[in-house]
């Protein structure tokens, strides 16, 4: 994750706008389009799938080489029960429904968050889907399970920690590529672009280390109404934005 700037810059018939390598978004607003509808919480889940899907087809053709999806944070296991069932209810379907059409489209599943804390069975499905997708190269699509930016800094500390206290790392020589090295996204190409659905305007604890540099924009479409028309409009609000890094 280290090394700026980080965009490429794309050929585009001519133009040459930057294309972000890689888009993180946060999925927000499944209950509130449920609640619009009259439907319980559960379907706004449902049909926010969908976009995931939609979503994930629109970055490979537009050629964007990362998307990070913030599917269930450490801190959405606060939830009523009921809705933490339903959620995983989804993903083991999700797993089970979805990954050989991913594979088949060029996807490399990747995962970061605490998910082997799932139960056995999904943690299972997940290092599963990993391995069968790990050879592909179209698209890094990165899925956040039980991800929580303060949890990833707490468990890359306690490695350094661990790898000093054995004599493997000299404390002195810690520098930013250290830490990066240990945070769950090492694999992935710099943070440029950073989308929250739903209007809210925070980053509720989502790779607060990686967007450091990041563009940040909030849209009020509702997750499950995301589609590729919506994430053409941030790549392309994405191209005009300038990207000083602390220069001028
Ligand atoms: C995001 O939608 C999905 C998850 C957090 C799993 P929400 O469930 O947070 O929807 P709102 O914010 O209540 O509308
Ligand atoms: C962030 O959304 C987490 C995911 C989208 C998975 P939340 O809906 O959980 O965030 P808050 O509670 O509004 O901050
Ligand atoms: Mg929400």
């Known amino acids: 994750m280290s090394g700026l700037p980080s965009s490429a810059t794309v050929p585009d018939g001519g133009g040459g706008a930057p294309l972000p390598r890689h888009v993180a978004i946060i999925m927000d607003g499944n209950g509130r389009w449920a609640k619009q509808r009259h439907l319980p919480r559960i379907a706004g889940h449902r049909a926010g799938v969908d976009a995931v899907r939609r979503t994930i087809r629109a970055a490979a053709e537009i050629g964007i080489e990362a998307l990070t999806l913030y599917a269930f944070s450490s801190e959405n296991w606060r939830r009523p029960e009921e809705e933490v069932a339903d959620l995983m209810g989804l993903l083991r379907y999700y797993i089970k429904r979805e990954i050989a059409e991913l594979d088949r489209n060029g996807v490399r599943l990747q ?133 000083r890094y602390g220069g001028r």
Not at 177 to 206: C, K, M, W
């Open 111 to 243: 995962l970061i968050g605490d998910w082997r804390r799932f139960a056995p069975d999904i943690v299972a499905d997940l290092e599963e889907a990993c391995a069968r997708t790990a050879g592909n190269r179209r698209l890094d699509v990165a899925v956040a399970l039980n991800y929580g930016a303060q949890d990833e800094l707490v468990r890359a500390v306690r490695a350094i920690a661990t790898e000093a206290q054995a004599g493997l790392l000299d404390p002195a020589a810690i520098d930013r590529t250290t830490i990066e090295e240990r945070l769950d996204t090492r694999a992935l190409p710099p943070l440029d672009l950073l989308i929250r659905t739903s209007g809210e305007e925070r980053l509720s604890n989502f790779l607060l280390w990686q967007a450091a540099y990041a563009e940040l924009m909030f849209v009020d479409t509702l997750w499950p109404d995301f589609d590729r028309a919506a994430l053409e409009r941030a790549v392309a609000e994405f191209a005009r934005r300038e990207r």
